[in-house]
């Protein structure tokens, strides 16, 4: 980047490393699937941290555990509406779905029972289980949002029941290795930092354990790099390999529930926080544990991400940080529009593309990349969608209103594309025309003054 925009980065992480007093802190700026900045501040036993330094990614290790699902969804395994029970049987919470699972709308109780998970060694699957035998349920299933580690513990054991492994077998093999994140394991290996407590009211350090969390893992056990979670954050933006598909990561990326409903700034998808900052919506995930703190997050409109490491329980303003690193390179150095060119489409849906009405209400209809249609109203202002073919003149929706329905092709005898037929809407070359089959009929005197 450029050197006046790498300075304002680098003033920003400095800023929050001095006023948060944190022994070490890294962060980067992610672009095209590539860093773009990254840099350091203060040190790890007596030298700088570097971008292959390790930190603890505590929470951030869920967004990972949520692919894995995602994938045992996506080859038919699951499906998200499932009861636990159909997975994981005999629990005291088998109603709650994976979804809801997955969104932290289970109702399940937010820490395990017993001593605080994240500072003592775990269990396997049965003690945490028989720990949960009674008053695991704090609210409704799907009622609210009620952030869960211990869901997550839970969906660890799905993806180990499914795969006939443990999960961390099974993100290592699934996740990991195809993404090159060589460098995220469940403990430190190699360069990495230790995490300290600052006290409050004096510069001094107490080392904070870090001790395997057993089934509460998947909550929060990994640990990882700058570079490392600079893939990720180029996978949370769209960047998915053959490891999801780009639209399964962008149901991910939906807000499935909202924490602060009144204002709706914060929210959470499918293993994602969500965030709406100045007009921007950021998908990715914080974590913290004993001794560390890691954030990050990427704006899916632009494709800029940004992430930061912390080696302290408390301090810095994490979330706010990546916030302002995305919103100085975004600023500074916005991202040019990819070139226009020509493009090879399905001739052959021509024919279906130009404009339709509903009712008196002008679309247009076109071809975009990937063999996809797109229908937004002329005006911009309505319900638009996006639609993959499904079969012979059949279009499902992938996003916006008509997520999910069937858009079907009404033709004439002779092939013409008379009508669209859209969940129950029929969409017509002419205003409401006569001669496709529009709900309740058209007045035969068709249209008039009065």
Known sequence: MLPSTEFALLRRLSLEQANGRAPSMVAA?????EVAWWGARGTVEGAAPDDDTQYRLGSITKSLVAALVMRLRDEGRLDLNDPLDKHVPGTSFGAS???????????????SPGSWWERTEGGDWASLQASLARDA???????RFHYSNVGYGVLGELVARHRGTDWLTALNREVLEPLGMSRTTPHPRGKHARGWAVHPFADLLLPEPSPDAGAMAPAG???STVRDLARWTSFVGGDTADVLSPDTIAEMRAVATVDDADTWTSGYGLGLQV???????????????????ACSLVDESTGTGALTFANTTS????????????AIADEQEPNLPAEWQPAEVDRGLLPLTGLWHWGPTPYHLRLIPGGLLSLA????????SRFRPV??????????????????????????????DLATFIFTRTPYDPAAPVPGGVDPEGWRTA
Do not use: C
């Open 29 to 33: 700026v992610v672009r095209d699937g």
């Open 315 to 326: 301090g810095p303003a994490i979330l706010g940080l990546v916030v302002d690193l995305i």
């Open 221 to 223: 056990q990994l640990w």
């Open 275 to 293: 965030l709406r900052y100045q007009g921007k919506r950021l998908a990715g995930h914080t974590g913290s544990m004993p001794g560390f703190l």
């Open 377 to 384: 109203p002329v005006s911009g202002m309505g319900r638009a």
């Open 391 to 420: 079969a012979e003149d059949e279009w499902l929706g992938l996003d916006g209103y008509y997520a999910g329905e069937t858009l079907r092709v009404g033709r004439d005898a002779d092939g013409t594309p008379r009508h669209l």
């Open 97 to 111: 779905t994976v979804g809801q699972l997955l969104s932290h709308t289970g109702g399940l109780t937010a820490e």
């Open 137 to 143: 349920l704090k609210n409704r299933p799907g009622s």
